[in-house]
């Protein structure tokens, strides 16, 4: 036999004992293997980011009243700030429905440089009655050192619960504490009545507000930089690195964002596990293509619940009256002014922590409380405001 017969004789017996190969297979399970190589790997980063989530600072509880404690009375802060690099949590599990935005302008509506948008119609209320007004509402003096006045809707009775405020102040979740800077200390005082206590020292309310977690643990104040203190054991810990230029921090609802402005008026929101902060677009652009009415907002006063939203005082672009009540709500997402269903000029507007909006209105003299639900478009109450009200700026609304 020659060579060339026995090679072809060998390759017979080969493709005899050979078995045929699905080229398909052997892709899906080398596929099938690299995913589950990926998937140990990406479910080890996962348990890892979990856990950096579990320890973070600004975790909420589960949403619950806040307890009738009194706050433990802090010495003088002697120890350094500890370092650390606070993360967000995931929202607390009791979320309420995604709120769409309110109804916005007809498109032939011109929208009208620094002044808030008005929706065209406004909804049936579900009531007119002030005493269905839930929880309280909280208002200020104008001009330096003013007193703080808390109505309860019940009865249209309001009352002073802080005399010539020193400071700008911070009122609490539920309503029962105040919050406040003096000579560089920060007080807290039950709305109530009595003696303040101090929780801490070097504390400036300049361009922070102190501002109360939704749950009413800790409070984000000013230092030499924005810091939270966490209110039971007095420690004071700073925000993320490259958030210590940022002015009037606020919480939203479930505690997972807080909403701030920038030095040129201009808004942002921090979100994310590593504390990396995106700007609200077109607000505070002053580039006229982006921004073609001049809009800012240079104070942030409150957000809803999940963080889509916040109320501001509209200013222009260039200038800042340094107004502290405001007027407009504006989508955190696209930058656009809210249209608000409401007759008249807003002249205040204020999220409480469960996203529902208070809106103060003004039309032929008389001021108007309207509250809308968590949604967005209902409208719960809407009531004449006690005229005695009529000359203070809208500070809060809470639980």
């Known amino acids: 036999m020659t060579a060339p017969d026995r090679l072809r004789e060998s390759l017979h017996d080969l ?9 398909y297979a052997g892709a899906v ?11 140990t790997v990406g479910t080890a980063a996962a348990l890892v980011a979990l856990a950096v989530l579990a320890s973070g600072l600004w975790r909420n509880a589960p949403r619950s009243e806040p307890p ?23 929202p607390v599990p009791t979320t309420p429905a995604a709120a769409p935005l309110l109804t916005k302008p007809a498109t032939a509506t011109a929208r009208r440089k620094n002044q808030p948008m008005l929706a065209v119609g406004t909804p049936v209320p579900q009531s007119r009655a002030l005493a269905d007004l839930p929880g309280h509402v909280f208002y200020e003096q104008t001009g330096d050192r003013p007193d703080v006045v808390k109505l309860f809707p019940a009865d249209g009775e309001a009352s002073t619960v802080l005399s010539g405020a020193p400071s700008a102040v911070g009122v609490s979740p539920d309503g029962r504490r105040i919050a406040y800077a003096r000579d560089g200390n920060l007080l807290v005082a039950r709305t109530g009545g009595g003696e303040p206590d101090r929780l801490a020292t070097g504390v400036s309310s300049a361009n922070q507000a102190p501002t109360w977690s939704p749950q009413g643990d800790q409070l984000l104040v000013g230092t030499s930089a924005p810091t939270i203190l966490d209110i039971e054991t007095g420690t004071l810990i700073p925000l993320p690195a490259g958030l210590e230029g940022g002015l009037h921090f606020r919480w939203s609802g479930d505690g997972s964002k807080l909403v701030f402005a920038t030095a040129y008026c201009a808004l942002q929101v921090v979100g994310s596990a590593d504390g990396a902060a995106s700007a609200v677009p ?24 999940a963080g889509g939203r916040v109320t501001v005082p509209l200013q222009t672009t260039g200038g800042n009256d340094g107004s502290r009540t405001a007027d407009a709500v504006v989508d955190t997402a696209t930058g656009d002014v809210i249209a608000l269903p409401v007759t008249g000029s807003v002249v205040g507007a ?17 001021r108007t409380l309207s509250l809308f639900a968590s949604d967005g478009t209902t409208l719960l109450v809407q009531a004449p405001e006690p005229a005695a009200l009529g000359e203070l700026a809208l500070l809060a609304y809470t639980r």
Not at 15 to 23: H, K, N, S
Not at 68 to 90: D, G, K
């Open 15 to 23: 493709a005899d004992r050979a078995q045929p190969a699905d080229l």
């Open 68 to 90: 009738e404690v009194q706050v433990a009375l802090r010495s003088p802060v002697a120890s350094p700030i500890e370092p650390a690099t606070p993360v967000l949590p995931s």
């Open 282 to 305: 077109m607000l505070g652009d002053r580039q006229p293509v982006d921004n073609p009415d001049g809009l800012a907002a240079c104070r942030p006063t409150s957000v809803d619940f």
């Open 29 to 39: 399970r080398r596929s099938r293997g690299i995913a589950r190589r990926e998937a």
């Open 350 to 366: 204020v999220f409480d922590p469960d996203g529902n909006l208070l809106v103060r209105s003004l039309h032929e003299g008389v």
